[in-house]
């Protein structure tokens, strides 16, 4: 049988407000789901906690909606002891720039065969619009009525940093461009980071205007070409330029680089551990085990 | 010529030294050596947290104390029959435990201006008469080891001093008649790389063994005789490596492959690297980036069907409580495990208390019952591990197993287990009928859950922090559901079957000591001691915290009067109080230091 997206739709009922851009990856990924060639009960979406956890409530697959910030913990643990699985996280700016961070860094460090779509929409919605750490300076929330004075993440740029062997970004509302990231986010072998630009229509409406509905500010990068203007001949195994472009916004190049930034293979912590399991010396002989060392016999 | 063996029923042994003197290693050595006599033992580590405090000074001393003896015995010993010193600081910091008339084995080489400076002494307490009521062997150990080493090429005079520690056990060893094969095959295996070193160390153990023999200073050899234990295979075993396999144990006698999610954490990480040795098991160690993480990969892991286990002590185990809340609330299988240290925040590392009760039974937010047990002693802690993972994944819950420092370093003989007897552990992974999948249907004798891998067609579903609707699963805000699916989770622990409690009854006694976790040698030995002395006491230890056993009212209810003594401020005083009403009344020690019998004895006699 051949799965379609109405295949990978959950009978629950979607609760985001009308007008969120979480409805259109959602239907991005819904439909890019067949494309992997899997059953569904091979795949597993698992969330920690905001408006973009309650993502794999809707997929119909195996899910966990967990704890604020720690999906990438969790997921660790399920695609390390099951290597067989398709594990994806879904996450927020809130989720896992803020209260998950350590566990980011550290998915991304160790290479775990997970792929990580970070919702950005640069604003914290369940808990009713305060500022988040992806927000901009001098941003007047609830929380900050005389603007936020601390300066935003770019979660690119820390996702290289952390040595991530995958990083690419999407918009919400572009689904070529972002079912093309899914696919090769996919395709990669090893810890693959996403970011999403998505717009919050209640808190922090317009954020992604300049690239949402001003088509001419993309940039849309490809692999051994030159990067727009930016001066940079786009690299995805090049750190360096996959670093400068990760530094290019509306605001110094008036463009927006959308697409696949880094791409690079290094084996995966699942695959290195696996292999140590397979080589480990010994037979797994418990009884041996507890009768080794110095004994003594009674009786 | 032949000295003159004395028959012993039991010794306390204590090697107190620097933190670099080798202290536990001469200790451990000497435990090895004594079981393979056939002794009953049981061994104190105790030493500082810090790695190497400055040489000489009282913070750093590091002590080891041995217990060993011609009949069973439960505890390390309350006080040193032999003192063994290796330097100022450390005769300071242990004579107040050594009884008037006990032995004292001084290196007197360490005594100089500067070490007694740093310990804090004016004068020699070796030449100012204050040791006058002790059997002093004052033992020029240092320099009769730096002498005996002289002809070993390639030792400088640093490595040939730090061989002193052997010089001691092999006295030691000559002292009590124990065993040297052993220790000599231990030094040339150790040393292998480097054969100087190992023939040094060697040397310097025949040479403090010939000592004892030649000297005048000792005039008696001791002999205590085979322990009649059990019959069997014995080895010595120390609480986390009994734990450690204990898990091994469970992922075999369960089939399921061992996931364990750890972050370095004393007295814990000796669980995370013991397992991580026995990859050939199937286990999968995780060192993971936060004590937070590694809760929430085991539980990852535990989702896919693993066996999810997590290792810590009490300031991580803080930590891990939202993880627990969550495993509460998905009904997944999880083993949390608190090697308990003394608190609160870092407190002191390296020593026991039992202060992590209250925490892990109610430091969750809301409702969130979690099924909570404690191993009794080292040994125990095997077969503590292997009831922990039974019931995680019978009742599909989290379940805390509480140990502590003293049982995770202590030692004693354990008569090695036959695995093939061990119960099986059953667990049956929901597999599709054909009908709609309900995942949070019950079964009806233990209100588990089905266990839904991935990977399993048909059975699709989500699972999550949100409160669920019963049955389906779904996501639920109805009032009543929440209440019903509140009173479901409590009655799930509730119900957990576990064994009655067993009471060690005395004719005649209407005393009950009621005692739980790591103090039940201390407490059943000063049970013994009021026994010894003609008085009557009743002992019954608690294995279970939560659930309680269904006795345990009764029990409590059939004495006059209770007493509970813990290493905390009254922990399960208070949950037996409240839950009973029954007058219970505590004997609360926190000393970081595991309770003496004679304490325990002079808390019962007290209320006789």
């Known amino acids: ?299 | 010529m032949a000295k003159r063996v004395e028959q012993l029923e039991s010794v306390v042994i204590r090697f107190a030294g620097d933190s670099g003197d080798g202290m536990q290693l001469t200790g451990g050595r000497f435990t090895s050596e004594t079981a393979l006599v056939g002794n009953d033992l049981a061994t104190f580590p105790d030493f500082p947290a810090e790695i190497r405090a400055p040489a000489g000074s009282l913070p750093g001393v590091s002590g080891f104390q041995l217990h060993f003896a011609d009949h069973d015995i439960l505890t390390p010993g309350d006080r040193p029959d032999v003192l063994v010193v290796m330097n100022p600081a450390a005769l300071k910091t242990n004579l107040a435990d050594l009884p008037k008339g006990g032995t004292l084995i001084v290196d007197t080489d360490a005594f100089t201006e500067r070490n007694l400076k740093k310990a804090g002494y004016d004068a020699s307490p070796l030449e100012d008469g204050s040791l006058a009521g002790y059997q002093v062997h004052a033992v020029q150990l240092t320099s009769m080891t730096v002498g005996a080493l002289k002809e070993i090429e390639g030792v400088t005079a640093r490595e040939a001093e730090r061989a002193k520690n052997m010089f001691a056990l092999g006295l030691m060893s000559w002292l009590y008649g124990r065993p040297v094969d052993s220790t000599l095959e231990f030094l040339e295996k150790k040393f292998a790389k480097r054969p100087e070193i190992a023939a040094a160390n060697i040397k310097a153990f025949n040479t403090g063994y010939a000592f004892g023999e030649t000297s005048e200073s000792f005039a008696v050899q001791y002999e205590v005789k085979a322990a009649s234990l059990q019959p069997g295979l014995y080895r010595q075993i120390t609480g986390n490596t009994a734990l450690s396999w204990g898990l091994l144990a469970a992922s075999k006698l369960s089939k399921l492959p061992l996931f364990l999610g750890a972050y370095p954490i004393t007295p814990a990480s000796s669980i995370l690297e013991e397992l991580a040795k026995h990859k050939a098991f199937g286990v999968r160690t995780f060192q993971a980036e936060d004590e937070i993480a590694a809760a929430g990969a085991a539980l990852g892991a535990s989702f896919g069907g693993s066996l999810g286990v997590t290792t810590s002590a009490g300031p991580g185990v803080v930590l891990k409580s939202e993880t627990v809340g969550l495993a509460v609330t998905l009904e997944l299988p999880l083993v949390i495990i608190d090697v308990q240290r003394a608190g609160p925040s870092t407190g002191m590392p390296t020593k026991p208390e039992q202060g992590d009760l209250l925490m892990v039974l109610f430091g969750r937010n809301s409702e969130s019952p979690v099924p909570v047990l404690a191993a009794s002693s080292p040994g125990d802690c095997f077969y503590a591990a292997i009831e922990a993972v039974r019931v995680a994944l019978t009742y599909r819950t989290p379940v805390y197993l509480l140990s502590d420092a003293y049982l995770a370093n202590g030692a004693e003989p354990w008569l090695v287990p036959d695995i093939a007897a061990l119960a099986p552990i059953d667990v049956d992974f929901a597999q599709p009928n054909g009908e709609v999948f309900q995942p949070y249907a019950r079964d009806p004798a233990t209100l588990a859950r089905p266990w839904a891998i991935p990977g399993t067609p048909g059975l699709e579903h989500r699972v999550g922090g949100l409160e669920k609707a019963n049955i389906t699963g779904s996501i639920s805000y109805d009032p009543e559901n929440h209440d019903l699916m509140t009173q479901l989770r409590a009655q799930k622990v509730a119900g957990v079957q576990v064994p009655a409690l067993e009471v060690d009854h005395q004719e005649g006694a209407d005393v009950l000591v009621l005692s739980w976790g790591g103090t039940y040698g201390p407490v059943h030995a000063g049970v013994r001691q009021v026994r010894a002395a003609g008085g009557k006491a009743a002992h019954a230890h608690l294995r279970w915290l939560n659930p309680f056993p269904s006795n345990l009212g009764d029990v409590l209810r059939s004495y006059e009067r209770v007493l509970i003594p813990e290493m905390n401020l009254g922990q399960l005083l208070q949950l037996v109080r409240a839950r009973y009403l029954v007058d219970a009344v505590g004997y609360n020690r926190v000393t970081g230091k595991p309770f003496k019998a004679g304490e325990i004895a002079d808390a019962v006699e007290a209320l006789q």
């Open chain 1, 1 to 299: 049988m051949t799965l379609t997206a109405k295949d990978f739709k959950s009978d629950q009922e979607v609760r985001w407000c009308p007008g969120c851009g979480d409805y259109a990856i959602l239907a991005a990924v819904q439909s890019f789901m067949p494309e992997l060639g899997l059953e569904r009960e091979k795949i597993v979406f698992i969330s920690g906690i905001g408006c973009a956890a309650r993502f794999p409530y809707y997929m119909q697959t195996y899910g966990m909606h967990s704890i604020h910030g720690r999906a990438p913990a969790i997921a660790t643990g399920l695609a390390t002891s099951r290597p067989d699985l398709s594990v994806w996280v879904v996450t927020g700016d809130g989720d896992s720039l803020s209260i998950g961070g350590n566990h980011l860094i550290h998915a991304l460090r160790r290479n775990v065969n997970i792929k990580i779509l970070l919702l950005n929409n640069q604003i914290y919605g369940l808990t009713k619009g305060q500022y988040s750490p992806t927000s901009e300076q001098g941003k007047v929330t609830g929380s900050t009525p005389m603007g936020s004075v601390d300066y935003p993440f770019n979660p690119l740029s820390l996702a290289l940093g952390a040595d991530a062997t995958f990083v690419a970004r999407a918009l919400d509302t572009d689904k070529p461009g972002l079912t093309e990231v899914l696919r090769r986010a996919a395709a990669h072998k090893g810890a693959a980071f996403v970011e999403i630009f998505q717009n919050c229509n209640i808190y922090n409406d317009g954020a992604f205007d300049f690239v949402r509905d001003e088509k001419e500010n993309r940039l849309y990068l490809k692999h051994g070409e030159p990067a727009g203007d930016t001066g940079v001949t786009h690299d995805e195994t090049d750190f360096a330029a996959a670093f400068e472009l990760s530094r290019v916004t509306i605001e110094t190049h008036g463009v927006v680089p959308l697409g696949v930034f880094r791409d690079v293979q290094r084996e995966s912590y699942d695959d290195l551990l696996a292999a140590q399991l397979a080589n480990a010396k010994g037979d797994g002989d418990l009884q041996a085990l507890v009768a080794s060392g110095d004994t003594w016999q009674i009786g």
